[in-house]
């Protein structure tokens, strides 16, 4: 994944979770917002890995200077550490274990005795310490204080139970940690949690209890305790006012939902476009040819960042001599071509002159595939693709 990769996923979720709020969440469409919610974050994700290649006839050639491997370098590269690459995968550990410990708590031991099945769904008894009504997989725990409402409340959680909105849940966990340094991932939690109530509460009322009766019983339990996070308590008291508010908006369409279809479209093809490269036009000629940089300024020239020094830092940290060709005496040249694509992209690397050697031109082509976007050229004030040939010499 590049950085340009990465950095679009998380604009993206940004984006969809935008656009979620603005078209979608105040609608009374739950079955299509439970899927943008579920989905929303895989399409944000795959969007930066489609890419397609626009023709172009404009293609610079740059020869750049030859790069010498020597062995006794190589000993002194000491590994180059990511820590930002570390700290990303040590959040989402921790992520990870805050969310198994809280699931393990869940469902383990409860102090609670089985006392029914409904529709299909087990029914169990908590103590009069432990939490509050909720729902987990296909269990249903009753608090004891809410015995006055037992059919209402066995009815909600059985719509979360029979949709399986837990395991929505143990997915945004899993988002989560992908995407713990995002703010926008909580927020989208916390609404997948809201409009799962939505989505039950539709269901009581589509059995034929008045809005009222449903409102005042759902008053009635304000100030029992919350369920947290990977349960659905019937009784959420930060989502109350809007769940009431919301029982004039069932199933009713909004055009607003139609305009996610075209933003979401613009959001695709933007990002596509960014990742997407131009092909270059096909050489008449397969042979290998040192040309000239073509253009008479420098500017023209694709940069890699840190220019000139900044590539052979990274080539000569990155360049490992083949331990078996060490032990052989082996040497050799290398030319490599790739392209820099209009958008900095690296591509198309291949072999065109070979060292001889196998080992050493996997190694040169390698290296080259793991370089980071560069500045793309320059040609009348606009950015081309360049075809870069790269001389390596391996010597001991």
Not at 114 to 140: A, M, P, Q, W
Not at 330 to 349: I, Q
Request: with cysteine; charged share 20%.
């Amino acid at each position: 994944m590049t950085l340009l990769q990465f950095l679009l996923i998380q604009v993206n979720l940004v984006i969809l979770f935008g656009l979620y709020k603005w078209l979608a969440a105040k609608n009374g469409q739950f079955n299509f917002n439970r899927w943008y919610l579920i989905l929303g974050p895989i399409i944000a994700i795959a969007l930066p890995f489609f890419a397609f290649e626009r023709s172009s006839d404009i293609t610079l050639s740059v020869l750049l200077p030859a790069v010498e491997v020597v062995n006794e370098a190589q000993a002194t590269n000491a590994a180059v550490i990511d820590w930002s690459q570390v700290g990303i995968v040590a959040g989402a550990l921790v992520i990870l274990g805050i969310f198994a410990y809280s699931m393990w708590k869940l469902v383990g031991v409860k102090r609670a005795t089985y006392i029914e099945d409904y529709k299909g769904k087990d029914v169990y008894l908590l103590s009069s310490e432990d939490g509050t009504t909720h729902s987990l997989f296909n269990r249903i725990y009753l608090h004891p204080s809410h015995a006055d409402f037992r059919e209402i409340i066995l009815e909600h959680e059985y719509a979360h139970c029979k949709n399986r909105h837990s395991w929505d849940l143990v997915l945004m966990a899993f988002y989560k940690a992908l995407f713990w340094y995002n703010p926008a991932v909580y927020k989208w939690g916390k609404e997948m949690q809201l409009n799962h109530e939505y989505l039950a509460d539709a269901h009581v009322l589509s059995l034929g209890v008045s809005p009222k009766t449903y409102g005042a019983t759902l008053l009635a339990l304000n100030f029992s305790h919350s369920g947290g996070n990977l349960v659905h308590a019937f009784n959420q008291p930060s989502s109350l006012r809007k769940r009431i508010v919301h029982f004039k908006h069932q199933n009713k369409f909004n055009m607003k939902h139609l305009l996610l279809i075209p933003a979401v479209a613009a959001m695709a093809f933007a990002t596509t476009s960014m990742v997407s490269t131009n092909a270059p036009k096909q050489a008449t000629n397969s042979t290998i040819h040192t040309p000239a940089v073509v253009g008479d300024e420098e500017g023209t020239q694709p940069t890699y960042p840190g220019g000139k020094e900044g590539l052979m830092n990274y080539l000569m940290t990155n360049l490992k001599y083949p331990k078996e060709l060490e032990k052989q005496g082996a040497e050799g040249k290398v030319f490599v071509k790739f392209t820099v694509a209009e958008n900095g992209v690296v591509k198309d690397v291949n072999v065109v002159k070979s060292s001889g050697f196998e080992a050493l031109d996997a190694e040169a082509v390698r290296v080259i595939n793991n370089m980071q976007n560069w500045e793309p050229a320059m040609k009348d004030g606009k950015k081309v693709a360049a075809e870069m040939t790269l001389p390596i010499m391996f010597k001991l």
